[in-house]
Nanobody, 112 residues
């Protein structure tokens, strides 16, 4: 089972940017599907973005398109979520997922 570790979270001001990285224990180039989810306090976990190996396709939650982008870095073996124009509503714990494996999460807090 692949091991995942997120990094890059922290405190940002509204309008700022953060890049979250997910490091994998296996060659990321061999992993079919990887995704990011997030969960804000008192809210249900929600899908953020997904990367599919075949066709190098990415899917971003509709409401986040234009602000969030997702890319694999095969050289560094990471899945990177670039978040721009951050909003207080983006405050959440962000999780990297592959199959049934979840990372421990990284906290993102956006101040207004």
């Amino acid at each position: 089972q692949v091991q995942l570790v997120e990094s890059g979270g922290g405190l940002a001001q509204a309008g700022g940017s953060l890049t979250l990285s997910c490091a994998t224990s296996e060659r990321i180039a061999s992993i079919d599907v990887m995704a990011w989810f997030r969960q804000a306090p008192g809210k249900e976990r929600e899908f953020v973005a997904r990367s599919r190996r075949f066709g190098s396709k990415t899917d971003i939650q509709d409401s986040l398109k234009g602000r969030f982008t997702l890319a694999r870095d095969n050289a560094k073996n990471t899945l990177n979520l670039q978040m721009n124009n951050l909003k207080p509503d983006d405050t959440a714990m962000y999780y990297c997922v592959s199959g049934s494996s979840w990372g421990p999460g990284t906290q993102v807090t956006v101040s207004s």
